[in-house]
């Protein structure tokens, strides 16, 4: 499985960004897929995940009601859509998958990973 991750930039606090995650080769062995952040000097978190039936979704504390996730089957694409971005949202963001959607907020559980795409958000 490949991951290929777009759509980071610079933006204003208060602007918005859709990030996107296309993914191909054997995606049928997919069961999610969890967005990641890493900021300057920090640890790489969970910031959300969907199902790859897209029927679940999950969020970490600091993007809910903000951020929302979703995926176009047709496309195998997931994607991230970040609203009322705030500086400390600055990170390198990746998109990977994971075999089971239980473990969706576990990062050392991911088995895929696409490259990282730079959210920079100006105060």
């Known amino acids: 499985v490949q991951l290929q991750a777009s759509g980071g930039g610079l933006v204003q606090a208060g602007g918005s960004l859709r990030l996107s995650c296309a993914a191909s080769?054997?995606?049928?062995?997919?069961?999610?897929v969890g967005w990641f952040r890493q900021g300057p000097g920090k640890e790489r978190e969970f910031v959300a995940g969907?199902?790859?039936?897209?029927?679940?979704?999950v969020y970490t504390d600091s993007v809910k009601g903000r951020f929302t996730v979703s995926r176009d089957i047709a496309k195998d694409t997931v994607y991230l859509l970040m609203n009322s971005l705030k500086p400390e949202d600055t990170a390198v963001y990746y998109c990977?998958?994971?075999?089971?959607?239980?473990?969706?907020?576990?990062?050392?559980?991911?088995?895929?990973w696409g490259q990282g795409t730079q959210v920079t958000v100006s105060s």
């Open positions: 969907i199902s790859w039936s897209g029927s679940n979704t």
């Open positions: 080769g054997r995606t049928f062995d997919l069961d999610a």
């Open positions: 990977g998958a994971v075999m089971e959607y239980r473990y969706v907020r576990i990062r050392r559980k991911y088995k895929y």
